[in-house]
């Protein structure tokens, strides 16, 4: 089984698009994995029947009882997160769950609390199984989530003896998109041609190189900043990293999105080859798997 | 006055509107802070000189062996399992590390001190009158929101400051958000510009911060961003139609209210109306 996540370090640039679209190329189909759990979005172009549904609860939270409190002031001293108001009440939002305040009270006035942060789920779709999550307003803990579901769809894509388990990742560099890269076989980037998309790909390339994951480049909207693909293009072939493909801008993107299917569903043309291409060259690298 | 300009979906246009918002006003008392540390981009619009660097950190303990009788009190209280007590060694992981301080509090033999440990950069200069600032995560690191609020903590009382935060609703838009007077949310007409809009509008409805929208690329896709907006009471301020010059001028990095008299005009209009429906217009 081959482990795939698609990432972009800038949002926007198709990743959930273009990973629809591969899946659906899929004769066996593969396990999907929605690694972006603050704004999950593969559910809307898979479609998804909810079999399983799972909370997720890594955190906990400081809630301060007021007939124990002689207001003494420590919490609001020690807690370095601005958790603590003026009244020693405690703020679920900014509160980062680490107990001090907990352990320090010397009325035992402040208990910590399980907080339930999310949920998680196991669906089918027409495309394969797939894991996705829903993690709460405002939470934290975004890369606990991430793992949760990556491993979930590695245990059912081994089960299942799977060729391809396919995770789509989260914008940024930061925790989550950590979560969504451990342990995979390689990386595809979608790369947006424009100044933010270049400087976005040199960062999100130097995570993987951090990480030791095998990564490749596919640009999205090429034709909308020509100069800007030839720079990425060069910059790819200066670091050694495999260029898979070139898709142009085509509002049968967003067209296939409204209706909800892949867009190598929603036409034939053209496009569908390009998608198709990238696919094949990736897959096939002799660099890459 | 605080402005947060967000979306729920990464690529909507929070960076466009935010640098356009700021030089279209370009007045003394203007500030921009990038508060995408993970993905900072509003510099490469904005080109500002920068004149100040310093590194972020956050306090990691450091176990003096000497002292330390290996009770094992500090691991108890760590809440992120950072600190592994064994017969004469302690591991500190410093990565899992929040820097919360409870270990060294609670050392009953006072062994523990802190050092910091560099998460990202923090910049800050001028381009013509806007003040800016921004934070820059180091690749491989997880923890942002403490490089977001330094980059916030620039910020300064009786002035207006633009953020642009980065996409999602979880802790670091939380972070780069709350405290603001108002949240423009930047959105697409599409499926998922509407599935993470209603996620963003929840996430400042939560934080109690007035907001308005802005449609980016309104004439590709379908009405329902607009019928949300409608039904939720939500002010769409503006709408922006996809074009092709557009496009050509994000790509090379060059903001559109530089290269546009009408876009100026649009985009000055645009923060009348966003200051005018501010709550802490008055601090104006």
Same mark, same amino acid.
């Given at each position: ?5 698609? %990432? ?238 070139? %898709? ?42 | ?284």
């Amino acid at each position: 089984m081959k482990t795939v996540t698609v %990432i972009s370090g800038k949002g926007g640039t198709g990743k959930t698009s273009l990973l629809a679209s591969f899946a659906s190329l899929l004769d066996n189909k593969p396990v999907l994995v929605d690694g972006d759990v603050d704004a999950a979005n593969l559910a809307l172009i898979t479609g998804a029947d909810i079999l399983e549904t799972h909370d997720f609860s890594a955190s906990k939270v400081a809630v301060a009882d007021p007939a124990k409190c002689n207001n003494c002031g420590l919490c609001l001293e020690l807690c370095r997160f601005g958790a603590v108001a003026g009244d020693y009440s405690m703020d679920p939002v900014a509160c980062e769950g680490c107990s001090f305040c907990a352990y320090a009270c010397p009325e035992g006035a402040i208990e910590m609390r399980d907080k339930v942060s999310g949920q998680w789920f196991v669906s089918r779709t027409t495309y394969g199984s797939l894991v996705h999550a829903r993690l709460g307003i405002a939470e934290e803990n975004s890369g606990k989530l991430v793992t949760i579901v990556r491993n979930k769809g590695r245990e059912l894509a081994e089960g299942e003896k799977k060729e391809y388990l396919l995770i789509d990742g989260p914008p940024g560099i930061g925790c989550p998109v950590i979560a969504a890269l451990s342990g995979v076989d390689a990386a595809l980037v979608i790369a947006e041609p424009t100044v933010s998309g270049l400087h976005d790909l040199e960062r999100v390339l130097s995570v993987c190189r951090h990480f030791g994951v095998k990564a490749s480049v596919c640009i999205n909207r090429y034709d909308l900043g020509i100069e800007q693909s030839k720079q990425i293009e060069e910059y790819c072939l200066k670091q050694g990293l495999v260029m898979v493909g070139k %898709i142009p801008y085509d509002r049968a993107f967003v067209e296939a999105m409204v209706q909800g299917v892949p867009v190598t569903e929603y036409t034939n043309g053209a496009l569908k080859d390009e998608i198709v291409a990238a696919w094949k060259n990736f897959i096939n690298h002799p660099a890459i798997f | 006055m605080n402005i947060a300009i967000a979306s729920g979906k990464g690529g909507t246009g929070k960076t466009t509107v935010a640098v356009n918002l700021a030089l279209a006003v370009n007045q003394n008392n203007l500030d921009l802070l990038d508060c995408d540390v993970e993905e900072p981009n509003a510099h490469l619009f904005l080109k500002p000189n920068f004149d100040f660097k310093k590194e972020i950190g956050i306090p990691v303990p450091v176990i003096d062996l000497e002292q330390c009788t290996f009770c094992g009190r500090c691991s108890e209280v760590c809440a992120f399992n950072a600190i592994a007590v064994l017969k004469d060694q302690v591991m500190v992981l410093e990565e899992l590390c929040h820097g919360c301080g409870s270990c060294a509090y609670f050392c009953p033999e006072r062994a523990i001190s802190e050092h910091e440990r560099p998460i990202g950069i923090l910049e800050s200069g001028s381009a013509g009158n806007i003040k800016f600032g921004h934070g820059c995560l180091n690749p491989g690191e997880a923890m942002s929101p403490p490089l977001i609020d330094a980059v916030k903590k620039m910020s300064r009382p009786g002035r207006v400051t633009i953020i642009d935060a980065p996409p999602g609703t979880s802790c670091p838009v939380v972070s780069a958000v709350n405290g603001c007077d108002y949240c423009l949310l930047v959105t697409e007409p599409t499926p998922f510009g509407l599935h993470d809009l209603d996620l963003a509008s929840q996430m400042i409805k939560k934080l109690d911060i007035p907001a308005g929208v802005i449609i980016n690329r309104s004439d590709v896709g379908d009405g329902r961003v607009e019928e949300y907006c409608r039904d939720q009471g939500l002010p769409v301020l503006q709408k922006i139609p996809f074009d092709r010059e557009l496009a050509r001028l994000y790509a090379r990095g060059e903001p559109v209210v530089l290269n546009s008299p009408r876009w100026q005009k649009i985009f000055e209009e645009l923060f009348r109306r966003t200051a005018g429906n501010c709550k802490g217009v008055s601090r104006l």
